[in-house]
């Protein structure tokens, strides 16, 4: 799913919202959190998962094209981490894909 087909089908579910109303709360929502991550906060979204920032130590890689080494320095990632209510409903819908005929 992608932002514009978030936007549509909030758009399609909430009829009193316009779709330019709905596309300005998905941004604002994306935005906050991205502003959020990037202070370095948590974000927990109850049933669904946390977002948090991973650190990655510094470390020594390797050139693929002229095989010298790189010193490739420490990274600030973000990362998700989904909710038990999240997992257990993708595992119910796998499962339930798994056993169709």
Do not use: C, W, Y
């Not at 549509?8 to 502003?35: G, H, N, W």
């Not at 998700?80 to 997992?87: E, I, M, S, V």
Request: glycine content about 6%.
């Amino acid at each position: 799913m992608t932002r514009s087909d978030l936007v549509t089908r909030l758009a399609e579910r909430f009829s009193q919202l316009t779709q330019r109303d709905t596309e300005f709360a998905v941004k604002t929502i994306l935005d906050a959190m991205s502003d959020a991550l990037a202070r370095g906060h948590r974000i927990e979204i109850r049933g669904f998962g946390s977002f948090s920032i991973n650190r990655r130590p510094p470390r020594v890689g390797r050139n693929p094209r002229s095989g010298e080494q790189v010193v490739i320095p420490e990274k600030l990632v973000p990362h998700f981490k989904p909710g038990k209510a999240l997992r257990e409903a993708v595992d119910a819908h796998v499962t339930s894909d798994v056993d169709r005929p």
